[in-house]
């Protein structure tokens, strides 16, 4: 409850399933095999747990990555 636009990516090299949160207006995804993905998620939770302000640094940069997609390609 309180997901929408539930949407499986089976075809990727590490299957992962996108979805967004209602009640926070979040959008987020769930891998099941990434094991690299669970090690960078505990380490910016150490990180947020040192300093609050990088839970907004996170954010911000995850929506300007997706804004900006071109920018951030290696020319």
Known sequence: PGLSNILPITTAK???VKF????????????????????????LASYAAIDPRVK???????VFAKVCPTSLQMR
């Open 20 to 43: 967004y949160h209602v009640r926070t207006g979040l959008e987020a995804d769930i891998s099941l095999y990434n094991t690299l993905a669970l090690h960078n998620t505990r380490l």
């Open 56 to 62: 907004m640094l996170c954010y911000v940069m995850k």
């Open 14 to 16: 590490v299957p992962i």
